[in-house]
């Protein structure tokens, strides 16, 4: 009686080990082999090995990933402001006013350059009007509704279909291997904790971005609810990024990755400390077919300073064309 | 062969079964049993087991605690003024022209009373003074030495001593069921990092906190550094505790403790929650010759309205004298 337990538990084991080791030979499939590759696999295993010189606790192991167009596309528009201009078509009737006022009048009428010509001011009403004036719940549930129906101009997919493939791996692989993942993004922050949880595998508690002040009050029914108001709180890029790492995580990352010059101090901030080996990855948009091509001309996901200083401070530069064998789930 | 090995893991098991029974059997070795206990462990049997009504999901098994009068003591003056005026005293020298100046004459004269005669604005001259115009990492270094050697007037012990034993005993219980357990507190937030991990168990990116603006810069070196500015950027107190739970965790706690009215919309903002059960707790400070006795009259740590409205929300009044066997660990 004792021996069959003991062969069924070993046998479970053996399945259960054989499942470690295949993932363990290969946990990042969807990453060609090469330099690039090697040198995410080669700092994993320098860092978590116990004997290692390199070895940092797990509880130092702190990975930070900017999200639009590091974790998922950012073209032709950052997909928020997609969400963005979709509310203001839902929310025109309420808004009668819009009609004759920019830059909602030019947004009803589809001309999103005229709409956007007018700058940050014209951002900003945009994002005041669409992410204010509501309780958090609300706003959240707007997120939910949106990311489950609309669909990107260019693939017909949800938006939260295109996030990158290599990337879910290696946040994956991270944290099977003890490292805690954060998102870093200047997107807000609200809008990603409704859909990144489940996409990525980032709690809220580990999602840090952009966001407007909030308000605790008694709503009309008796209940609290908080409020968010048309007035930034924070603006979770450049060298807000390094600022959002202290306020919401108090930790100095081991890895970074990002994508843009808005990542640059965030990367910068990572790679310049001491005492544990660091990781700096810009993801660099070389695929014209499968994504997109763009790095220092580019108006979104402009790289310039991180393409001149990659050298300088080791960050390993992710051929998208060439590193990554799928870039989306969806492809065949 | 086979059998040996066997019989070895079979035994360790038993060990460890053991151990994990043992535990179970009491998780709150420092409460003593009754109504309190009770509820607790009711609560975490109700939302932790599959198949019952109120089981939670472990990824919204969020539990929030306040700090000061909570998790640790708060008298004869909160730990963190403590700090403030030792490092008043440690950076006179630097400082001639406070032997003449309000707040600092009076503090440097050991006059506490005169020195915080000046109020809020007193106390934000000592705070910016002690809590601004240093890096982040200096900032740490400072709070760690002292913590280090700093002791209490009247117990004698380091602060970081003065520690409920009860509440660390329920911060680890709801570790091992499940829970994500946060500090969220009007206490500063790089302060309590500097120790909280070590003394809790709860890491920074669980801290909630006041925090003074943050600015990332190139220091003289050559390397970036982040400069605390003499700034207000939080105020987690009162209705900013929702605000920070949602700023930083974005999810509703299902769990909240407090001990003052600073924590009244923290505990309000829980309770009122629907989906889940909720449990809201008051750490009602009821012994004057182990600890401290205070409620509605209290200059630190007033505790009126969450008295009043206890029964209403159906919070649990912790009841120090009777409810724990031991309040500190260095207790015979």
Same mark, same amino acid.
């Given at each position: 009686?004792?021996?069959? $337990?003991?062969?069924?538990?070993?046998?479970?084991?053996?399945?259960?080990?054989?499942?470690?080791?295949?993932?363990?030979?290969?946990?990042?499939?969807?990453?060609?082999?090469?330099?690039?590759?090697?040198?995410?696999?080669?700092?994993?295993?320098?860092?978590?090995?116990?004997?290692?010189?390199?070895?940092?606790?797990?509880?130092?192991?702190?990975?930070?990933?900017?999200?639009? +167009?590091?974790?998922?596309?950012?073209?032709?528009?950052?997909?928020?402001?997609?969400?963005?201009?979709?509310?203001?078509? !839902?929310?025109? $009737?309420?808004?009668?006013?819009?009609?004759?006022?920019?830059?909602?009048?030019?947004?009803?009428?589809?001309?999103?350059?005229?709409?956007?010509?007018?700058?940050?001011?014209?951002?900003?009403?945009?994002?005041?009007?669409?992410?204010? *004036?509501?309780?958090?719940?609300?706003?959240?549930?707007?997120?939910?509704?949106?990311?489950?129906?609309?669909?990107?101009?260019?693939? *017909?997919?949800?938006? #939260?279909?295109?996030?990158?493939?290599?990337?879910?791996?290696?946040?994956?692989?991270?944290?099977?291997?003890?490292?805690?993942?954060?998102?870093?993004? @200047?997107? +807000?922050?609200?809008?990603?904790?409704?859909?990144?949880?489940?996409?990525?595998?980032?709690?809220?508690?580990?999602?840090?971005?952009?966001?407007?002040?909030?308000?605790?009050?008694? &709503?009309?029914?008796?209940?609290?609810?908080?409020?968010?108001?048309?007035?930034?709180?924070?603006?979770?890029?450049?060298? @807000?990024?390094?600022?959002?790492?202290?306020?919401?995580? &108090?930790? %100095?990352?081991?890895?970074?990755? +990002? #994508?843009?010059?808005?990542?640059?101090?965030?990367?910068?901030?990572? $790679?310049?400390?001491? &005492?544990?080996?660091?990781? @700096?990855?810009?993801?660099?948009?070389?695929?014209?077919?499968?994504?997109?091509?763009?790095?220092?001309?580019?108006?979104? *996901? %402009?790289?310039?300073?991180?393409?001149?200083? !990659? $050298?300088?401070? #080791?960050?390993?530069?992710?051929?998208?064309?060439?590193?990554?064998?799928?870039?989306?789930?969806?492809?065949?």
């Amino acid at each position: 009686m004792v021996c069959t $337990s003991c062969v069924r538990k070993q046998e479970q084991e053996a399945e259960h080990g054989q499942l470690i080791a295949s993932e363990a030979s290969d946990p990042l499939p969807s990453w060609n082999e090469g330099a690039t590759k090697k040198a995410i696999v080669d700092f994993v295993i320098h860092t978590t090995t116990d004997s290692s010189v390199g070895f940092i606790p797990v509880a130092d192991r702190i990975a930070c990933f900017d999200n639009d +167009g590091t974790l998922w596309s950012e073209q032709p528009l950052y997909f928020q402001l997609a969400f963005a201009l979709d509310r203001v078509k !839902a929310m025109a $009737s309420q808004h009668p006013e819009w009609k004759n006022t920019q830059p909602f009048k030019a947004l009803l009428e589809g001309d999103l350059k005229t709409a956007l010509a007018g700058g940050e001011k014209a951002l900003m009403q945009i994002v005041a009007s669409t992410h204010s *004036g509501m309780t958090t719940e609300e706003f959240d549930k707007s997120v939910k509704d949106w990311i489950a129906t609309a669909t990107h101009p260019k693939t *017909g997919k949800h938006y #939260n279909e295109m996030v990158f493939q290599p990337m879910v791996e290696l946040l994956n692989y991270l944290r099977d291997s003890g490292f805690k993942t954060f998102i870093v993004s @200047g997107g +807000g922050i609200d809008f990603m904790r409704a859909w990144a949880e489940e996409v990525y595998g980032i709690p809220p508690y580990q999602t840090v971005g952009s966001s407007v002040k909030l308000k605790y009050e008694i &709503g009309e029914d008796g209940e609290p609810v908080l409020v968010k108001l048309p007035e930034l709180n924070f603006i979770d890029d450049k060298e @807000g990024k390094p600022v959002g790492i202290q306020q919401h995580i &108090g930790k %100095r990352p081991v890895f970074a990755a +990002g #994508n843009s010059d808005g990542d640059y101090a965030m990367l910068q901030w990572t $790679s310049t400390a001491t &005492g544990y080996p660091r990781f @700096g990855m810009i993801v660099h948009h070389t695929d014209s077919i499968r994504e997109w091509a763009y790095d220092r001309g580019s108006h979104i *996901g %402009r790289l310039e300073m991180g393409l001149n200083d !990659a $050298s300088k401070y #080791n960050w390993v530069l992710v051929d998208m064309k060439n590193d990554w064998r799928k870039i989306y789930s969806f492809e065949e």
